[in-house]
């Protein structure tokens, strides 16, 4: 997946995700975009894998901080690890 934005990508991301959070049935028509720019389903795919992507750089050495395992059932459950302040540096 092409996760390379381009900053009016990323504002026009940002600006349809408040326009979705705040019931703005009127912004959210202009923010759709034109057939030369990406459907906001893969705008929002693409900005949600550049996010993880920089959240979790290669930079950084950690690992997430969450972990899933599969319970006697079949499901599975996903916990998260507290971290100290000091491992996002």
């Known amino acids: 997946m092409d996760t390379e934005l381009t900053s009016d990508e ?3 991301a940002r600006a349809a995700l408040e326009a979705v959070i705040g019931n703005d049935d ?5 923010l759709a975009g034109s057939e030369h720019e990406r459907p906001l ?3 929002f795919a693409a900005y949600r894998q550049h996010t993880l992507q920089r959240v979790w ?3 950084s050495t950690s690992t ?3 972990k ?3 319970q006697a059932d079949g499901s ?5 690890t507290p971290r100290r302040a000091s491992s996002f540096s």
């Open 26 to 30: 009127q912004a959210l028509p202009s």
């Open 10 to 12: 990323r504002l026009r």
């Open 68 to 70: 899933t395992t599969k």
């Open 41 to 43: 389903p893969a705008l």
């Open 57 to 59: 750089s290669p930079r």
């Open 76 to 80: 599975r459950r996903s916990t998260v």
């Open 64 to 66: 997430p901080p969450w």
